[in-house]
C-alpha cells in the first residue's frame, strides 16, 4: 500500500511539473505591444492541457446562436478529446462543450473551441483555471486573452485591418513584406496582423517587420505549429486568432495572403467602399480572387503590372468581414456567424 502511494504520489508531481511548462515555439524576436486589443492578447505559444495544446482563450458575451455569454477556448487538439472543466473564482467547476472547426480535414490535430458557460454572478475574467477533474485537481490557472463585449460598439478604435496568414521559409523577402504593408495603407489598413515563423524566415525579413512593427502599422506574431500532423501549419488557428483579435476593436477586417490584394479599380480606397457592401446584416464579403499577368518585375510590381490574367476565381475567395459578426473564420469562407439573421454575401467585379 505504501508503494502504491507514493508511486502516486510520485506521478501525480511529475504531472504537475509537465503541466506546468508552456510549450512554447522558438521565436527569437520580441513581441512589440500595440496598443489595441482587450487585456493580455495571444502571443503565439501554446499550453499543454490534458495531451492537448491551448493557444488563447476570450470572454465572449454575444448572445447569440453559439448561446449565453461563454469562456470559449482555442486547442489544437487530436479527435478524441478529453472533458476538461472550468473554475471561475474557486466557484463550482463548469463542464466545457468542444466545437470542431470546419476545416481540419481529418488530420490527426485539429482546431477546437472549447466553451465553458459563465456563472451570471461573474462581472469581470481576468484569470480562469481548467482541469480534466470534475473535483478540480491538478488544475491550471490562466489568463484571459481577449473579452468581446455584449453589444457591438457604436465607435471602433479602427475602420480596416489586414489579417494575412503565416509567413515561413524563404518564399517571401523583406520586399514582398514592404509592398504589402505599403500598399495596404494606401488602400486604407490602419493596422495588419501577421503571423511569422522566426525559426524559418531570414533575417532581412525579420528586419523588415521589426521597422514596421516600430511603426505600429504592424502586429507581428510568433508561431511556429506544436505538432506536424495538422493542416497546412495550423493556419486554421491564425486565422481565429486574428478574427477575436480584432472582434472588439476593428470595424473590417480582410484575410489573405503576403503575396495577395484587395483593391478597387476605380481608384478609390477599400476601405471607403465597405460600407456600401458591409452594411445592416450583410456580414461578410466573399471577394473572388484575379490573377495577374506579370510582365514587369520592377517593385512595387502590383504598380507595375495592372493587366489580369485569365477570368476570376469564384471558389478560392477570400473574405472582407465584420469580425465582431463572426464565430467562425475560415481560410476562404466564413463558416459560421454569430447571430442567424447575418447574410454572407459575394463581392461584385468591382473588388
Known amino acids: 500500500v505504501r508503494v502504491c502511494l ?21 521565436n527569437p524576436t520580441i513581441l512589440l505591444r500595440i496598443p489595441y486589443f ?13 495531451k492537448s495544446l491551448l493557444q488563447f482563450s476570450f470572454d465572449d458575451h454575444r448572445r447569440g446562436n ?49 466553451s465553458c458557460p459563465v456563472p451570471y454572478i461573474t462581472p469581470h475574467i ?15 490557472e490562466l489568463s484571459v486573452d481577449y473579452v468581446i463585449p455584449e453589444k457591438e460598439p457604436n465607435e471602433f478604435r479602427m475602420e480596416y485591418a489586414i489579417c494575412s496568414s503565416l509567413v515561413f521559409g524563404k518564399k517571401y523577402k523583406r520586399e514582398h513584406l514592404i509592398e504589402f504593408v505599403e500598399m495596404n495603407k494606401l488602400m486604407g489598413a490602419q493596422i495588419i496582423s ?29 508561431f511556429h505549429a506544436p505538432v506536424k500532423r495538422i493542416w497546412y501549419h495550423g493556419q486554421l488557428a491564425m ?42 446584416n450583410i456580414i461578410s464579403l466573399r471577394v473572388s480572387t484575379q490573377l495577374m499577368s506579370i510582365r514587369n518585375d520592377t517593385r512595387p510590381m502590383i504598380l507595375s503590372n495592372v493587366a489580369a490574367d485569365g477570368t476570376p476565381n469564384d471558389k478560392f475567395t477570400k473574405c472582407i468581414v465584420k469580425p465582431f459578426h463572426v464565430f467562425e473564420q475560415g481560410i476562404h469562407p466564413t463558416s459560421r456567424t454569430i447571430f442567424d439573421s447575418n447574410r454572407m454575401e459575394k463581392a461584385e467585379s468591382q473588388i
Open 194 to 222: 501577421l503571423y511569422v515563423d522566426y525559426s524559418s524566415v531570414d533575417k532581412q525579413f525579420i528586419e523588415a517587420v521589426r521597422f514596421y512593427q516600430r511603426q505600429g502599422i504592424l502586429d507581428a506574431v510568433g
Open 239 to 280: 486565422v481565429m486568432d486574428c478574427l477575436v483579435r480584432h472582434s472588439a476593436v476593428t470595424r473590417f477586417v480582410a484575410f489573405h495572403d503576403l503575396d495577395e490584394f484587395i483593391v478597387v479599380p476605380n481608384g478609390k480606397k477599400v476601405v471607403d467602399v465597405l460600407p456600401e457592401y458591409l452594411y445592416h
Open 38 to 50: 482587450e487585456v493580455n492578447g495571444s502571443n503565439g505559444s501554446f499550453t499543454r492541457i490534458h
Open 66 to 114: 453559439m448561446g449565453p455569454r461563454g469562456l470559449r477556448i482555442l486547442f489544437i487538439a487530436k479527435r478524441k478529446r478529453p472533458s476538461l472543466f472550468c473554475l471561475f473564482n474557486d466557484q463550482k467547476e463548469v463542464e466545457g462543450t468542444w466545437y470542431e472547426l470546419n476545416e481540419n480535414h481529418k488530420r490527426k490535430y485539429g482546431v477546437y473551441v472549447l
Open 6 to 26: 507514493l508511486l502516486f504520489l510520485f506521478f501525480s508531481l511529475l504531472l504537475i511539473i509537465h503541466n506546468s511548462i508552456p510549450y512554447l515555439r522558438p
Open 126 to 140: 481576468r484569470t480562469f483555471r481548467i482541469t480534466a477533474s470534475k473535483k478540480g485537481w491538478l488544475s491550471r
